[in-house]
T-cell receptor, first 110, second 115 residues
Framework: GENVEQHPSTLSVQEGDSAVIKCTYS??????FPWYKQELGKRPQLIID?????GEKKDQRIAVTLNKTAKHFSLHITETQPEDSAVYFC?????????FGTGTRLKVLA | NAGVTQTPKFQVLKTGQSMTLQCAQD?????MYWYRQDPGMGLRLIYY???????DKGEVPNGYNVSRLNKREFSLRLESAAPSQTSVYFC??????????????FGEGSRLTVL
């Protein structure tokens, strides 16, 4: 079955620096890769997604890149701010199923 | 619209007791999901329902049963609770469209402790 690996498990950055979170997936049939942000005690919420026919997508300070050949995709956050502190999950989809990575706890230090 | 509503929000059970987690969505979504979240393990899919009348196993279905009661409601049942089922449970739904794209909308979560 589909497996999604996510690294690192924790990441601390200084405010204003960039943060990068990486994921790999196993099922070559996956063609949709969303990223979710979960603040402490809250529900996960979608922040950005990418489809397999696109190599990169940006939305203000966040971007996602996809390398289908290597089965890698990454989340990039630039100019980090304290409100970016949260747990981030990547996911890969196969029909009707979304398989999540184990999460990255991002801490932005003021 | 309330979105995805889960009940109860908190529950404490003794080993061997049974309980049902309820989930309802008012967004006319077709697909519904149950995930569990444990520290360091991320979100793991327990069961899902691609459409009304169908249910399928996810990554960790053992010890659970589900019912898709109608288009709005998808319940998760623990027949004989075990301490290993202590977790936060999230229900989610997805709008109609392509089967493997689209945003998941999550409920607020249900924190279950099994003693």
């Amino acid at each position: 079955g589909e497996n999604v690996e996510q690294h690192p498990s924790t990441l601390s950055v200084q405010e204003g620096d960039s943060a990068v979170i990486k994921c790999t997936y196993s099922d070559s049939a996956s063609n949709y890769f969303p990223w979710y942000k979960q603040e402490l005690g809250k529900r996960p919420q979608l922040i950005i997604d990418i489809r397999s026919n696109v190599g990169e997508k940006k939305d203000q300070r966040i971007a996602v890149t996809l390398n289908k050949t290597a089965k890698h995709f990454s989340l990039h956050i630039t100019e980090t701010q304290p409100e970016d502190s949260a747990v981030y999950f990547c996911a890969a989809s196969i029909p009707y199923k979304y398989i999540f990575g184990t999460g990255t706890r991002l801490k932005v230090l003021a | 619209n309330a979105g995805v509503t889960q009940t109860p929000k908190f529950q404490v059970l003794k080993t061997g007791q049974s309980m049902t987690l309820q989930c309802a969505q008012d967004m006319n979504h077709n697909s519904m999901y149950w995930y569990r979240q444990d520290p360091g393990m991320g979100l793991r899919l327990i069961y899902y329902s691609a459409s009304e009348g169908t249910t399928d196993k996810g990554e960790v279905p053992n010890g659970y049963n589900v019912s898709r009661l109608n288009k709005r409601e998808f319940s998760l049942r623990l027949e004989s609770a075990a301490p290993s089922q202590t977790s936060v449970y999230f229900c989610a739904s997805k709008p109609p469209g392509q089967p493997n794209t689209g945003e998941l909308f999550f409920g607020e979560g249900s924190r279950l402790t099994v003693l």
